[in-house]
């Protein structure tokens, strides 16, 4: 398989940023009482993600070890501040439900964690696919649950209704909205049944000897996947990448 169309496929399926590594999971829960707002989310994402790790790619050789991480948050800032005013002056309803979310990308893991475990690694075409690969994965997630939530919350897909209601004025039968799942506690129900659903698939995948990515990060105490690893363990790391 091409490398390139190999980030794309691992992005998307084989480590997906939800399913698979648990990553971003502030904006998975918080964004999703609907299709469109999960599709909006994600594709915001996708355009921040990738162009930082075009640039950061392209600046990888001249930013400092030490400084790194300070260098990464300040390049996802300025594309995350691009991409907020673009959303603010042509999508604003887009903006007024995704709210604070959107200046919030700057600190995804997701970003900072690709940033520093691929973009910074490699050349700038397989880190614009990776980039790509991630934020489709991500894009789609969020896109699912949100479909989920909505269709069952509302019998609504992407803001039209599907499935027509009942109405107790007039004893017409119909579908009754499971209000739940479009409050806080739906997006933790929705999350838990796809995420089992991933879980089937990769192990049928391990099965036939073609394993998916581990499950890492904050969800799994393992801090080695996290790109803000180093601080939240209190530690420092020096340019050789041994604690101090």
């Known amino acids: 398989m091409n490398k390139n169309v ?7 399926i084989k480590e997906n940023p939800t399913f698979v590594l648990m990553l971003g999971m502030c904006p998975t829960l918080a964004v999703t009482t609907s299709a469109i707002n999960g599709l909006g989310m994600g594709l915001s994402t996708t355009v921040v993600l990738t162009l930082s790790n075009v640039l950061i790619s392209a600046l990888r050789n001249i930013i400092p070890s030490r400084v790194r991480m300070p260098a990464f948050i300040v390049v996802v800032a300025s594309f995350v501040t691009i991409v907020q005013f673009l959303v603010q002056g042509f999508v604003p309803s887009l903006y007024a439900s995704l709210g604070i979310y959107i200046p919030l990308i700057v600190v995804n893991c997701i970003i900072l964690g690709r940033a520093e475990s691929y973009a910074s ?3 700038v075409l397989p880190s614009l696919f990776d980039g790509l690969g991630m934020g489709l994965g991500f894009t789609l997630s969020l896109t699912i649950i949100g479909l989920v939530r909505e269709l069952l919350g509302a019998g609504q897909m992407f803001g039209h209704q599907v499935l027509p209601l009942a109405d107790a004025s ?10 739940i799942f479009i409050l806080a506690p739906g997006a933790f129900f929705v999350l838990a049944i796809l995420v089992a659903i991933m ?7 391990e099965d036939r000897g073609k394993p998916l990515a581990k499950a890492q ?3 799994t105490g393992d801090c080695s996947g996290c ?6 363990s209190g530690k420092t790391v020096d340019e050789k990448g041994e604690d101090q």
Do not use: D, H, M, W
Request: aromatic share 6%; hydrophobic share 35%.
């Open 217 to 219: 990060g904050c969800l």
């Open 199 to 205: 879980n089937v698939i990769r192990q049928k995948a």
């Open 121 to 123: 690694k490699n050349p």
């Open 170 to 179: 007039t004893n017409t039968l119909g579908f009754t909205p499971i209000t």
């Open 227 to 232: 790109a803000s690893a180093s601080v939240c």
């Open 6 to 12: 190999e980030r794309l496929y691992n992005g998307i």
